[in-house]
């Protein structure tokens, strides 16, 4: 069974702050999302990483996928308000012929003004 | 654009009680899924289906039964509610299996009382 392990699991940071939240596992993935989820909603992606070693940014965030394909972070520059949520990190293996996504414990940041 | 709908968005059943959550998905995605999500945790995968006719078990799938019969309609059925089932119920669509988008819908809050 893939196990992704996140931390912090609760994080609480002043409005301009930076942050860097971690994805864990000893399973090796061939690719890896994350995913951001606003209460009373579904998750939404945010980014797919694909290749060990690769690093996305998206705005003020910035992923990094481990260079073994069984980690990875996010960090957040200057963090705002709107970044409040919960983000999961998921990972995509192949099992049975069928490729499969196991999600992350989750990670709940509030940013306060 | 309504994408992936659920409904009801909340229920309340009590001990033995049965149920029907209803997803629909207007993206002609092959692939569906429902996921569970308990309080501060992660998604844990119910039941997946690659297409009209074809379902297949998660990591959680007892207690629950799920059916295909259109493209677009994937509903999950509770047989015999227990207190365990209590949580927060996520359906989800992709165009393919593992690494494409998942595009959830708003969530069904179940407690079996």
């Known amino acids: 069974t893939q196990l992704l392990e996140q931390s912090p699991q609760f994080l609480s940071i002043q409005e301009g702050e930076n942050l860097t939240v971690y994805c864990n596992s000893s399973s090796v993935f061939s690719s890896l999302q994350w995913y951001r989820q606003e209460p009373g909603e579904g998750p939404v992606l945010l980014v797919t990483?694909?290749?060990?070693?690769e690093v996305k940014k998206l705005k003020r965030l910035t992923f990094q996928f481990g260079d073994a394909r069984k980690d990875s972070s996010l960090h957040i520059t200057a963090a705002q308000t709107g970044d409040t949520g919960l983000y999961l990190c998921a990972g995509i293996y192949l099992n049975t012929g069928f490729q499969k996504l196991v999600f992350g414990t989750g990670t709940r940041l509030l940013v306060s003004p | 654009n309504a994408g992936v709908t659920q409904t009801p968005k909340f229920r309340i059943l009590k001990i033995g009680q049965s149920m029907t959550l209803q997803c629909a998905q207007d993206m002609n995605h092959n692939y569906m899924y429902w996921y569970r999500q308990d309080p501060g945790m992660g998604l844990k995968l119910i039941y997946y289906?690659?297409?009209?006719?074809?379902?297949d078990k998660g990591e959680v799938p007892n207690g629950y039964n799920v059916s295909r019969s259109t493209t677009e309609d994937f509903p999950l059925r509770l047989e015999l509610a227990a207190p365990s089932q209590t949580s927060v119920y996520f359906c989800a669509s992709s165009a393919a299996g593992g690494g494409e988008k998942l595009f959830f819908g708003s969530g069904t809050q179940l407690s079996v009382l």
């Open positions: 990483v694909v290749t060990g070693g």
């Open positions: 289906s690659v297409g009209a006719g074809i379902t």
